[in-house]
């Protein structure tokens, strides 16, 4: 792989992801223990989603959704049952069965502009981005104030390459949840595909403000400062990158490449290694061949040095 090819590919190589801003938090999985109906009828549907939320809060998220799970069949018509539900099944990664439980919700509530913003969220992480835009355009009919819908819009018109809508649904959610990085990180990807170089790391840094550990943050900071040829701001952004997430590959590699830039062959082997390892145990075995390719260039050319 030649040189240059490394460099577009680190410039590119952006990660961008879907962040639930209303998700509950992961959770350890403990033994699920579902109750009978014959046990729950002693409690009430709303008793059951509130011993749900407090299991949340114990991290023992499978026999909170057990706790939803029979709120909802005590009550079909208790929306905050279906929508709690519809959170803790999307943090397990059940798509489809978490977007049932929120049109449920929608069913019971039609106004619940919540439960439309999250199964817009939903939708688009399931690759359906036109249904995701109508239950988000819903969510904000209901509610214009409403930052995590304009923010999912914002995603969905990122993912179909629609920049300026995106910039203006990201705009509109800072103006309602503008503590929340997510939104600022993603309007510096948007403006970066623009070619708007200062705004995107104007707005990366301001992500890095509001998250100060915001790993993939650092890593386009310093993916744009490498582009620039300014090696040594790039190489401290990947190093607080990787400081912010030790497990976060790119910062390594990227690191590697910078070393090798500047002629640190030996100190481009370590950084690299620690990216090999990171991409074969995530199972990237593409990045990881690319990694030992460049490892290797390291290695022969820090041997040429030594002789």
């Given at each position: ?9 680190i ?47 114990q ?29 803790a ?39 359906n ?12 009919k ?37 503590t ?23 707005a ?27 090696f040594?701001?790039?190489?401290e ?6 400081l ?11 690191a ?29 075995s593409?990045?990881?061949?690319s ?17």
């Amino acid at each position: 792989m030649s040189e240059f090819r490394l460099i577009e590919l680190i410039l590119k190589k952006l990660v961008v992801f879907l962040i639930s801003i209303l998700s509950v938090m992961a959770f350890a999985k403990v033994g699920l223990t579902t109750p009978s109906l014959a046990q729950a009828s002693s409690q009430t549907a709303t008793n059951w989603v509130n011993q749900g939320l407090k299991l949340i809060q114990q991290n023992k998220l499978k026999d909170a959704i057990a706790a939803f799970e029979t709120a909802t069949k005590l009550d079909p018509k208790l929306a905050p049952a279906h929508y709690n539900l519809g959170l803790a099944l999307r943090e397990t990664g059940q798509l489809q069965p978490a977007a049932e439980a929120f049109y449920r919700a929608i069913q019971a509530e039609p106004k619940f502009a919540l439960a439309y913003a999250n199964l817009g969220a939903v939708l688009l992480e399931g690759n359906n981005p036109q249904q995701a835009q109508e239950f988000l355009q819903n969510a904000i009919k209901l509610e214009p104030n409403l930052g995590l819908a304009h923010y999912n819009l914002g995603l969905v018109k990122e993912q179909q390459q629609d920049w300026q809508g995106a910039i203006t649904a990201y705009n509109t959610a800072l103006k309602y949840s503008p503590t929340l990085p997510e939104i600022t990180y993603h309007l510096g990807i948007v403006y970066l595909q623009q070619s708007q170089v200062d705004q995107a790391i104007a707005a990366f840094r301001e992500a890095i403000k509001l998250k100060p550990n915001y790993a993939e943050a650092y890593y386009n900071v310093g993916a744009i400062l490498f582009g620039q040829g300014n090696f040594q701001s790039a190489l401290e952004a990947f190093r607080q990158s990787a400081l912010a997430n030790r497990n976060y590959a790119n910062a390594y590699y990227a690191a590697g490449l910078v070393y090798m830039h500047l002629g640190q062959y030996q100190n481009a082997q370590i950084v690299l290694q620690s990216a090999k390892t990171l991409y074969a145990s995530q199972g990237n075995s593409q990045w990881a061949k690319s990694t030992e390719e460049l490892l290797q260039q390291a290695f022969q050319l820090s041997s040429g040095l030594s002789q």
